[in-house]
């Protein structure tokens, strides 16, 4: 069974600071995708790593797939109250196309 | 409209009676999800679909059943619902592996 371990579960910071949250697994996925989720909607993508080592930007978040690609992990540079949401990666089996999410992590950025 | 949709948003059921949730995306898209969300847990795959008739079990998929005759449908039915399957359900849908899922809204379901 492949399975995602996601942390931390809760984030509670100040405005302005940074964070990382993890993900890590013992398989191996073809790619990891990382997903917000505000309250009452389903989760959006936020990007797809698929080489290892990759290293991807979007604006203040800078996500890395790590080189043996079975971990992963979200920086987000001076954390803002509208970054506040639920984080999730998500891992794609390479032979069945099984999309599987991580636990999550609640971020919570106080003004 | 074109997109994913599940219906209904809210349900109430009583132990033991069968419920369904639908689903319907537009997109024609081959792959189709369908996970249940419930608080420490994110997201848990409980049936997926890489293609018409074609379905396979995910973490999760004792107590229900799906099936997919129609490349944009993909219903989700409790047989007999039980308490523990109170919980959030969401459908989901990709083109191909490894691109991105979009998500329909959530069905609200709750039994008692």
């Known amino acids: 069974t492949q399975l995602l371990e996601q942390s931390p579960q809760f984030l509670s910071i100040q405005e302005g600071e940074n964070l990382t949250v993890y993900c890590n697994s013992s398989?191996?996925?073809?790619?990891l995708q990382w997903y917000r989720q505000e309250p009452g909607e389903g989760p959006v993508l936020l990007v797809t790593?698929?080489?290892?080592?990759e290293v991807k930007k979007l604006k203040r978040l800078t996500f890395q797939f790590g080189d043996a690609r079975k971990d992963s992990s979200l920086h987000i540079t001076a954390a803002q109250p509208g970054d506040t949401g639920l984080y999730l990666c998500a891992g794609i089996s390479s032979n069945t196309g099984k999309l599987i999410f991580g636990q999550g992590t609640t971020l919570q950025v106080k003004p | 409209d074109a997109g994913i949709t599940q219906s209904p948003r809210y349900k109430i059921t009583e132990t033991g009676r069968q419920v369904t949730l639908m689903c319907h995306q537009t997109?024609?898209?081959?792959?189709m999800f369908w996970y249940r969300q419930d608080l420490g847990h994110g997201l848990r795959l409980i049936y997926y679909s890489a293609a018409a008739d074609i379905t396979d079990k995910g973490e999760v998929p004792d107590g229900y059943v799906v099936s997919r005759s129609k490349t944009e449908n993909f219903p989700l039915t409790l047989e007999s619902a039980t308490r523990s399957q109170t919980s959030v359900y969401f459908c989901?849908?990709?083109?191909?592996?490894?691109?991105?899922?979009?998500f329909g809204q959530g069905t609200r379901l709750t039994v008692v």
């Open positions: 997109w024609s898209h081959s792959y």
């Open positions: 790593v698929v080489t290892g080592g």
């Open positions: 398989s191996v996925f073809s790619s």
């Open positions: 989901a849908s990709s083109s191909r592996r490894s691109t991105e899922a979009f």
